[in-house]
């Protein structure tokens, strides 16, 4: 079974930083793409970042380009986000998900981990 | 970036009704368009991709049409279990962005 587990969210306050990881497992991690969306409350979705199957390309939403680094450790079956120079508006639950076969949607995702960014 | 524009932004319905949510995307992208159902405080689950290809598990009373910029996702005859807010999706480019969702309440 396909399971997708994220951490590391919280409370922070402005400008500070944040690093979630997501665990996977139940399936080939290595093999596929992965990507971070988020929700902001009461809103919808936001795709933030995507990597690719061996980490070598990375992709980023303006809103986020420059502040946030995505990472992957094929080794530990572990997705990372690490999020710099946090902002009020980057207030969200973070969801990792992973690439369906032959197209760039989403067929797993996790719980999702809420980051509040605030004073 | 490519803009996605769903309508409407909330559905009112009934069980049993056959409903349809329209996606427009501002140019075009071919077929590479996904749906996706969530409900309150929960992961979305992909219901669509490649505009009309059903995933797997995914009850056939569930399709999907379209191509370029115009697509359409409908319910054949809506169960309880259908309400919910419906996301689109394109990733024909990067950045990959959803529609702003459409919120199927019962009536």
């Known amino acids: 079974e396909v399971q997708l587990l994220e951490s590391g969210g919280g409370l922070v306050q402005p400008g500070g930083s944040l690093r979630l990881s997501c665990a996977a497992s139940?399936?080939?991690?290595?093999?596929?793409?992965m990507s971070w969306v988020r929700q902001a409350p009461g809103t919808g979705l936001e795709w933030v970042s995507a990597?690719?199957?061996?980490?070598?390309?990375?992709y980023y939403a303006d809103s986020v380009k420059g502040r946030f680094t995505i990472s992957r450790d094929n080794s530990k079956n572990t997705l990372y986000l690490q999020m710099n120079s946090l902002r009020a508006e980057d207030t969200a639950v973070y969801y990792c998900?992973?690439?369906?076969?032959?197209?760039?949607?989403?067929?797993?995702w996790g719980q999702g981990t809420l980051v509040t960014v605030s004073s | 970036d490519i803009q996605m524009t769903q309508s409407p932004s909330t559905l009112s319905a009934s069980v049993g009704d056959r409903v349809t949510i329209t996606c427009r995307a501002s140019?075009?992208?071919?077929?590479?368009l996904a749906w996706y159902q969530q409900k309150p405080g929960r992961a979305p689950k992909l219901l669509i991709y490649?505009?009309?290809t059903l995933e797997s598990g995914v009850p056939s009373r569930f399709s999907g049409s379209g191509s370029g910029t115009e697509f359409t996702l409908t319910i054949s005859s809506l169960q309880p279990d259908d309400f919910a807010t419906y996301y689109c999706?394109?990733?024909?480019?990067?950045?990959?962005?959803f529609g702003q969702g459409t919120k199927l309440e019962i009536k």
């Open positions: 998900a992973k690439r369906i076969v032959g197209a760039s949607c989403f067929d797993y």
């Open positions: 139940g399936f080939t991690f290595s093999s596929y793409a």
């Open positions: 990597i690719s199957d061996g980490g070598y390309s990375t």
């Open positions: 140019q075009s992208i071919s077929t590479w």
């Open positions: 490649k505009a009309s």
């Open positions: 999706q394109q990733y024909n480019s990067y950045p990959y962005t």
